[in-house]
C-alpha cells in the first residue's frame, strides 16, 4: 500500500456545486506509477478505515493510501479530515466510529446533593 507523507486535504468544488475531498502529498511506496517521493494529488476521497493508529484513505478510483505524517502546516490534520468526510456522508467503515465516541466532556449524571441540598438533610 503507498503512504501519502507531507500531506493536506483540499477542498474542492465541481461546476454542478458538488463539494469533493482529495488528498495530496508525496508518495512512498511499490506503485510504478509513482517513483518515490513523487508530489500526487488523489482522486476524491470516498471514506476511510483507522488501522491501528493510521488512517487508511480510498478514493474514487479505488486506490488506498496510509496517511503518514500531514504538512506541519496543517494543524489536526486527520481529525478535519475524518469530520469533513463526515460531513459528506463519506465514512468510515462498519465498527469503532472515531467521532461518534470522542468525549470532549463528561459529567456524572447520578444524583449528587448540593451543599444546599446536604443542609436541608
Not at 503518514?68 to 494543524?75: A, F, M, S, T
Request: glycine share 8%; hydrophobic share 30%.
Amino acid at each position: 500500500m503507498n503512504i501519502l507523507n507531507n500531506w493536506k486535504m483540499l477542498e474542492l468544488m465541481t461546476r454542478q456545486g458538488e463539494s469533493l475531498v482529495c488528498i495530496e502529498g508525496r508518495v512512498y511506496g511499490s506503485n510504478p506509477r509513482f517513483p518515490t517521493s513523487s508530489h500526487i494529488r488523489t482522486s476524491p476521497v470516498t471514506g476511510y478505515s483507522m488501522e491501528a493508529n493510521s488512517m487508511v484513505i480510498t478514493t474514487r478510483r479505488g486506490s488506498e493510501y496510509l496517511l503518514g505524517k500531514p504538512d506541519q502546516k496543517q494543524i489536526f490534520a486527520q481529525q478535519r479530515l475524518m469530520r469533513r468526510l463526515s460531513s459528506l456522508g463519506q465514512t468510515s467503515t462498519p465498527g469503532f466510529n472515531e467521532l461518534a465516541t470522542e468525549v470532549t466532556g463528561f459529567q456524572d449524571q447520578q444524583t449528587q446533593e448540593t451543599p444546599s441540598e446536604a443542609q436541608r438533610s
